[in-house]
């Protein structure tokens, strides 16, 4: 039975180590489409898809994963994939927004719709949740990949054309307008900064705690969306009991 446990577990942290790799690659998927479809599929004349391109080999994502979110930007194949944002609500009235990539909305409809009615939530109509979220630009410099400290990163974000920044223990997360983010980025490479990320996200303006007994119901809902290869993105306007100070 010990040797059955052991392999048990083995196999049960390789199941979450595939899992979560498998989200990463989902993640850089979502960004090298997106910075391709901005952009072009050239790195050469593409500063944001070289980004994403070099985080994708940090992660070791197979090759084959690359091409097809490249292929996908410039329509190889013929298929033709929209972006389409769903609102709704999670257990406990919690919003939540799901952004999608698909080449079928009536199957990526059907899996959210049925992601939500799961697990007690249910989905919104347009404009429902999406009021209660701000649209920003936002770049990431880890602070192991600078020799600035807080007053220097600010300022060189702020002369970048930056809005504001927010330190954290490793990183420096940097704010912009939607429309300014790209130049910002530029800036901030021009001038000799490494970027961990780039990106135009969604922010909740406020945030409500999930009651505890809806906690395993939400978490399950964040899972089987997150899951999902039409999702690219779950933002979560919602806090859980264990992470309110």
């Known amino acids: 039975m010990s040797g059955h446990s052991k392999w048990?577990?083995?196999?049960?942290?390789?199941?979450?180590?595939?899992?979560?790799?498998?989200?990463?690659f989902?993640?850089?998927?979502?960004?090298?489409?997106?910075?391709?479809?901005?952009?072009?599929?050239?790195?050469?004349g593409n500063p944001q898809l070289r980004l994403e391109l070099e985080?994708?080999?940090?992660?070791?994502?197979?090759k084959d994963n690359v091409q097809r979110a490249l292929d996908k930007a410039s329509g190889v194949g013929g298929a033709k994939f929209e972006e389409v944002t769903y609102e709704g609500y999670g257990p406990g009235g919690t919003a939540v927004m799901v952004s999608t990539l698909t080449d079928n909305k009536n199957r990526t409809a059907a899996a959210v719709r049925s992601a939500f009615s799961h697990?007690?939530?249910?989905?919104?109509?347009?404009g429902s949740v999406s009021y209660m979220f701000d649209r920003k630009g936002y770049i990431v410099v880890l602070r192991d990949q600078t020799d600035d400290d807080e007053d220097s990163m600010l300022m060189a974000a702020l002369d970048a054309g930056a809005d504001d920044m927010k330190a954290t223990a490793d990183e420096y997360q940097i704010f912009t307008e939607p429309s300014s983010m790209t130049a910002v980025r530029d800036a901030l490479q021009e001038a000799g900064y490494q970027l961990?990320?780039?990106?135009?996200?969604?922010?909740?303006?406020?945030t409500t705690e999930v009651p505890e007994d809806k906690v395993a119901q939400y978490t399950g809902l964040i899972d089987e969306l997150s899951d999902n290869d039409d999702v690219q993105d779950v933002y979560e306007a919602a806090v859980l009991p264990e992470d309110v100070e």
């Open 8 to 24: 048990h577990n083995i196999q049960g942290r390789k199941n979450a180590q595939d899992a979560k790799r498998g989200k990463i």
């Open 196 to 206: 961990d990320n780039s990106e135009v996200r969604l922010f909740p303006q406020t």
């Open 26 to 44: 989902q993640k850089i998927s979502r960004n090298l489409y997106q910075a391709a479809k901005a952009g072009g599929v050239d790195p050469d």
């Open 55 to 62: 985080k994708a080999r940090a992660a070791n994502m197979p």
């Open 119 to 126: 697990h007690g939530g249910s989905l919104g109509t347009n």
